[in-house]
Antibody, heavy 118, light 108 residues
Framework: EVQLVESGGGLVQPGGSLRLSCAASGFTFSSYTMIWVRQGPGKGLEWASSIGSISSPIHYADSVKGRFTISRDDAKNSLYLQMNSLRTEDTALYYC???????????WGQGTLVSVSS | EIVLTQSPGTLSLSPGERATLSCRASQSITSNYLAWYQQKPGQAPRLLIYGASSRATGIPDRFSGSGSGTDFTLTISRLEPEDFAMYYCQQFGSSPLFTFGPGTIVDI
C-alpha cells in the first residue's frame, strides 16, 4: 500500500524557516517524480515544487522560487522541503504527492500545517 | 502562463441527478495531461481521472472525463450522497509546470 506521511509543520514567525519531510512507503520511491502542493486556509490547491527521479529536474512555482528548496533522499525514501524567508502568505496545509504517468498526482499524504504569524 | 477556469463555481443538485463540470484552459494542454480530483472537507485530494478520460484505480464508473485541447468535462452520471464535494482540474506540462483550477463545489 502506497503511503505518504508529511511532518515538520508548525508555527513560525515571518522571516523564519521550516523543513518539511515526507516519508514514503509501498512503492519504489526512487523511480517517481515527487511534488509539494499547498492549500491555504479556505483556498484552492497550489503547486509549490517538484523533483524528478535522481533529483532532476527540479522546478519551483514563482511564488516560492529563491526561498524554498526541494530535495530527496532515495536511501531513506524521503522527500523534503526547506522553506526559508517565510511569509504570512505561505500559511497553508502542505501536501506531498506522487506524480503518475500522465502528469497526474496519484497518491497524496494527509498534509502538514504551516502557520506563519507574528 | 496557462490558466484553468472551472465552471460553474457551485453546482446544486440532488442525489441521482447528473453532474457536468467544466474545465477550460487558456491554451491547449500538452498531450491531454489533464486530471480531475475530488476533495472532501478535512481530507486530501483524491485522483479521479487522468489523461483527460482514464479513471484512476478504484474510481466508480459513474465518473467519466472527456475533452481535449482547451475544453474538458467531468461527468458524474448519477450522484451518490458521497459525491458531494469540491472538484479540481489540473494540468501538467505548460508553464507553470502544474496548474490547478479554482474548483467546483457540488452540493445538495
Amino acid at each position: 500500500e502506497v503511503q505518504l506521511v508529511e511532518s515538520g509543520g508548525g508555527l513560525v514567525q515571518p522571516g523564519g524557516s521550516l523543513r518539511l519531510s515526507c516519508a514514503a512507503s509501498g512503492f519504489t520511491f526512487s523511480s517517481y517524480t515527487m511534488i509539494w502542493v499547498r492549500q491555504g486556509p479556505g483556498k484552492g490547491l497550489e503547486w509549490a515544487s517538484s523533483i524528478g527521479s535522481i533529483s532532476s529536474p527540479i522546478h519551483y512555482a514563482d511564488s516560492v522560487k529563491g526561498r524554498f528548496t526541494i530535495s530527496r533522499d532515495d536511501a531513506k525514501n524521503s522527500l523534503y522541503l526547506q522553506m526559508n524567508s517565510l511569509r504570512t502568505e505561505d500559511t497553508a496545509l502542505y501536501y506531498c504527492a506522487r506524480m503518475g504517468g500522465s502528469g497526474d498526482l496519484d497518491y497524496w499524504g494527509q498534509g502538514t500545517l504551516v502557520s506563519v504569524s507574528s | 502562463e496557462i490558466v484553468l477556469t472551472q465552471s460553474p463555481g457551485t453546482l446544486s443538485l440532488s442525489p441521482g441527478e447528473r453532474a457536468t463540470l467544466s474545465c477550460r484552459a487558456s491554451q491547449s494542454i500538452t498531450s491531454n495531461y489533464l486530471a480531475w480530483y475530488q476533495q472532501k472537507p478535512g481530507q486530501a485530494p483524491r485522483l479521479l481521472i487522468y489523461g483527460a478520460s482514464s479513471r484512476a484505480t478504484g474510481i466508480p464508473d459513474r465518473f467519466s472525463g472527456s475533452g481535449s485541447g482547451t475544453d474538458f468535462t467531468l461527468t458524474i452520471s448519477r450522484l451518490e450522497p458521497e459525491d458531494f464535494a469540491m472538484y479540481y482540474c489540473q494540468q501538467f506540462g505548460s508553464s507553470p509546470l502544474f496548474t490547478f483550477g479554482p474548483g467546483t463545489i457540488v452540493d445538495i
